[in-house]
């Protein structure tokens, strides 16, 4: 029997930002019952055609959900135990998995252990929770607010285990590990095996930026990472007109598909939105084109699916605009370029062909501006995805019955700015 990860399609979600909390908490802040605003986006998700919820940092903190207070607690911005049990039996009543944000390379200045090793020092009982840079503790990436932890501190790894095991009682699925990157891979593979002893179908997907990937993952045990390399090639060969440089990506994605399953995405809440990168309005759904129909597993960033095209600015509150607050329901969302049924459409095709999770893929008649894309799974079947970004027809010859298009093709001619998937 296939495991529920065969299978599941993420509908990601900042919830901080979902929800519109204020942007800081502190130890007294009142509790505020925001957490059932995505009660009316269950819906939405499964009429999607997905099935994960994956959830941005809920966690009590101080800010934006990565600077940690407390493990064990919901964010108080959010509401409270009452609030999230709920959450999760209203996604189990439509089958949804869900996946928590595990910030667990570093935390707040609040979190108590970390506190108690600032307060004491290096040399003090508790300074074996945390990295130090001389005197000073050590900044995730230079960021004060965020200190790192000690990963070869036991009682660090005690604490992970903990916290994982807790939330997995609680019935979520699985976690996406913030900052795997920075965090050694022996780390994990001490902590992650503890936690499979008691969640043996647990998923954890740790956040990887750059590679190796192959490495990480057999050295980390995960089961999954985020597949960046990807996600920019998606979105810069749309922009610049230049399927040359998704061709290397894809080969080099075929490649990782014999160790692990990347989990792929074309935006998330740390990037611009990718239809803030791809200016020409005609080929934001080839973007979503490629997310459903390459090999991995898809998260879709909300808001994508209306066509939202925030842009990631270096500054203060540069991440506000790409984790926006959202209405109570969806129905009250423009869907000015009518991506939502695109997506509805692309999602179809891929449950009906859920080969295509580990399938692989090849470019041919490959061009600046126009491509094929063969997927073939390990039994024979295909499906050959055809793209156009030129402003003339492009002609791709009999490729099979058309399985889904977004423009009618004329004879055997693509259309300009238009894609469609065949069963070649």
């Not at 800081?24 to 925001?34: K, M």
Request: with cysteine; glycine share 8%; hydrophobic share 40%.
């Amino acid at each position: 029997m296939d495991s529920w990860t065969e299978h599941v399609i993420w509908w990601h979600v900042y919830p901080l930002g979902f929800v519109g909390a204020e942007p800081t908490a502190d130890a007294g802040t009142p509790v505020t019952h925001r957490l059932d605003r995505l009660h009316g986006w269950l819906d939405h998700v499964i009429s999607l055609g997905a099935n994960g919820l994956a959830l941005g940092p809920i966690f009590a903190s101080e800010t934006h959900g990565y600077d940690t207070r407390d493990y064990l607690t919901l964010d108080p911005r959010l509401g409270d135990d009452d609030d999230f049990d709920a959450l999760i039996s209203a996604c189990r009543e439509r089958g949804i998995r869900v996946l928590l944000d595990g910030v667990f390379n570093h935390a707040g200045r609040s979190f108590p252990p970390v506190a108690e090793a600032i307060a004491a020092g290096p040399g003090g009982p508790a300074g074996q929770w945390i990295r130090w840079s001389g005197e000073h503790p050590y900044a995730f990436e230079g960021h004060e607010p965020l200190v790192t932890l000690d990963h070869g501190n036991p009682a660090v790894q005690d604490m992970v285990v903990e916290v994982m095991n807790h939330w997995l009682d609680r019935g979520i699925d699985g976690w996406r590990l913030d900052a795997a990157y920075a965090v050694p891979a022996e780390f994990w593979a001490a902590v992650l095996p503890r936690v499979r002893e008691r969640h043996p179908d647990a998923w954890f997907v740790g956040e990887m930026i750059h590679g190796p990937y192959d490495e990480y993952v057999a050295a980390s045990t995960l089961d999954s990472i985020t597949q960046y390399e990807l996600w920019k090639a998606t979105w810069s060969s749309l922009r610049e007109r230049n399927l040359w440089e998704l061709d290397w990506t894809v080969r080099r994605n075929d490649e990782l598909l014999s160790a692990f399953v990347p989990m792929t995405f074309v935006s998330n809440h740390d990037v611009t939105r990718v239809a803030g990168q791809i200016e020409d309005h005609r080929h934001r759904s080839h973007a979503a084109a490629l997310l459903l129909f390459l090999p991995g597993v898809p998260s879709i960033y909300y808001g994508d699916e209306f066509g939202f095209d925030a842009v990631k600015e270096d500054r203060p509150g540069g991440d506000d605009a790409v984790r926006p607050e959202m209405p109570s329901t969806p129905a009250e969302v423009a869907d000015d370029d009518g991506l939502r049924s695109v997506y509805e459409r692309l999602i179809g095709v891929r449950r009906r062909h859920p080969w295509l999770l580990r399938a692989h893929v090849e470019m041919q008649d490959l061009a600046d501006e126009r491509a094929r894309l063969r997927a073939t799974s390990a039994d024979g079947q295909s499906l050959v995805l055809a793209l156009n970004l030129a402003e003339e027809p492009y002609p791709v010859g009999d490729l099979g019955e058309v399985v889904e298009t977004l423009s009618p093709l004329d004879g055997e001619a693509l259309p300009p700015h238009s894609w469609s998937i065949h069963a070649g």
